[in-house]
């Protein structure tokens, strides 16, 4: 199967950037689109944005919609979440995953969370004010 691993959380002040990357291994060829999701304390898991193949069709959350960038390196099997402009309500649990076929051609499709296959176990991102 694929393993995901993500890297690169961490505790930063509201304001602040931080980049998260994750790495796949495995039978990464049975990967397509990628895609950031996050929870937060108490609250449900939220897509943040995602990536076709190819890397031409990204979807991003308006919640992050000009804050942070999503992209990836096919040749390292790498996704990454490029992320500016910090807050507090950031904070959460980031976790990547795969799907095992394209985006679906809507947000709608791209953010349903059963669409994902492949998931890594998370990492923390803490933003303080």
């Known amino acids: 199967q694929v393993q995901l691993i993500e890297s690169g959380g961490g505790l930063v002040q509201a304001g602040g950037s931080l980049r998260l990357s994750c790495a796949a291994s495995?039978?990464?060829?049975?990967?397509?689109?990628m895609g950031w999701f996050r929870q937060a304390p108490g609250k449900e898991r939220e897509f943040v944005a995602a990536?076709?193949?190819?890397?031409?069709?990204?979807y991003v959350s308006d919640s992050v919609k000009g804050r942070f960038t999503i992209s990836r390196d096919n040749a390292k099997n790498t996704v990454y979440l490029q992320m500016d402009s910090l807050k507090p309500e950031d904070t959460a649990v980031y976790c990547c995953?795969?799907?095992?076929?394209?985006?679906?051609?809507?947000?709608?499709?791209?953010?349903?969370?059963?669409?994902?296959?492949?998931w890594g176990q998370g990492t923390q991102v803490t933003v303080s004010s």
């Open positions: 995953a795969a799907r095992r076929s394209g985006l679906g051609g809507s947000i709608y499709s791209a953010r349903q969370v059963h669409e994902y296959a492949y």
């Open positions: 495995g039978r990464t060829f049975l990967m397509n689109a």
């Open positions: 990536i076709d193949w190819s890397g031409d069709i990204i």
